[in-house]
């Protein structure tokens, strides 16, 4: 199964940078399981993982920002 990358960057996309990276995976555990319950572990593992990297390139681009890297 294909994940959902588009919805996945849509939604961190919306949180915050300072959002911690287990509030991140947390959530998306949470939509995976609300959503999609017959989603396998692997799936919903790399989904979380999607979205970690997700929040994590959005981070960099902050900091680089705010930093004047940018």
Not at 9 to 31: G, I, Q, T
Request: proline share 3%; net charge positive.
């Amino acid at each position: 199964m294909q994940i959902p990358k588009q919805s996945i960057e849509w939604l961190v996309n919306r949180l915050h940078v300072s959002v911690s990276d287990e509030e991140v995976a947390r959530d998306m555990r949470r939509r995976v399981r609300i959503g999609t319950p017959n989603v396998t572990d692997s799936t919903e593992k790399r989904i979380v993982a999607y979205a970690l990297k997700c929040h994590h390139k959005n981070r960099g681009l902050y900091q680089a920002v705010v930093s004047g890297r940018f």
